[in-house]
């Protein structure tokens, strides 16, 4: 099983990137799917969640309105648009992935069983 995570990239202040995890090796539609950031010195924040429908999703409050996670069963993988970005939403954004037909996906890191490798996101003002 692997996780690939892309589309970081350096932008400013407001302006938008669009990541993607990819998987190989599992179904991603099957999966509960998490994107956390890890920012230096802090401990890894989730940012938004998917249930396996796609139908339940969550955010944490700092980007609710801005982010949007999203799912692309023909192409197994799950994005997650970024909006209006500040500098907080710097740091390395990681995706993991957890087996379950739940309606809700699990909010803690410790919960997911499958991680990508990250990619950096850096926003400047």
């Known amino acids: 099983v692997q996780l690939q995570a892309s589309g970081g990239g350096s932008v400013q202040v407001g302006g938008s990137l669009r990541l993607s995890c990819a998987a190989s090796g599992i179904w991603l539609s099957e999966y509960a799917v998490g994107w956390f950031r890890q920012a230096p010195g802090k401990e890894r924040q989730l940012v938004a969640n998917?249930?396996?429908?796609?139908?339940?999703?969550d955010y944490a409050d700092s980007v609710k309105g801005r982010f949007t996670i999203s799912r692309d069963n023909a192409l197994n993988t799950v994005d997650l648009q970024l909006n209006s970005l500040k500098p907080e939403d710097t740091g390395v954004y990681l995706c993991a992935a957890e087996y379950g037909r739940g309606k809700y996906a699990p909010s803690a890191a410790r919960s997911y069983t499958y991680w990508g490798q990250g990619t950096q996101v850096t926003v400047s003002s």
């Open positions: 998917i249930g396996w429908s796609g139908a339940s999703t």
